[in-house]
């Protein structure tokens, strides 16, 4: 990956103010991975020809909504007469797709390729853009995660955008299977997708 001086580029939309609102929503541990997020998706997005503001700003917020009770999650579905298929899931889904709903009315986020990435950010989707593809793949292989096969990530993530999504998508998979966890069926769909582009 290219190194990506971070200060050099100006953000056009005001980061203090977002950072504030994020510190009183999140634990130190999830805003401090969401700053890293941030930092991977600004240097994909430089190196694969995303626009650069967007993958920051979808990266920064991707787990705004991440630490928010159960029932406010259902609350939202409902209100916003999202899929109602999502009742069914938890946290590892709705902290995305219902997540941005979140963002859109508690910040005023309406750029919707934000949006879009920050909701598919957790399960993918078969028509992921540029900028969706450098949040997907930061959240994976940000400087603090450590699991088996992260260093196979990170890899892939300096070959092509693709192949890192689809890694990913397998990869988490597999892990789900793994611990015996129900998958959302755009998982499925991502998974086949885009393993099939490669």
Known sequence: MTDFNYEEV????????LLNSMKTQLSEFR????LRVERVSRGLAAEY????????L??????????????????????????PDLLNYNNAIWHGIVGAEIVKDEL????EDVLNAIRRHTVGSTNMTQVDK???????IEPERDFPGIDEAREYAEKSLDSAVAFELKHSIAHLIDKNREIYPATFESYNYWI???
């Open 10 to 17: 100006k953000h056009n939309f005001d980061r203090d103010a």
């Open 31 to 34: 805003y401090t991975h969401c």
């Open 49 to 56: 020809g995303a626009d650069v503001q967007k993958a920051g």
């Open 58 to 83: 979808a990266g920064l917020l991707h787990d705004y909504a991440k630490e928010r009770s159960d029932d406010e999650f259902k609350q939202v579905i409902k209100s916003k007469n999202l899929d």
């Open 108 to 111: 005023g986020i309406a750029d």
């Open 134 to 140: 450098c949040v997907f793949v930061a959240d994976f």
């Open 196 to 198: 099939n582009k490669l």
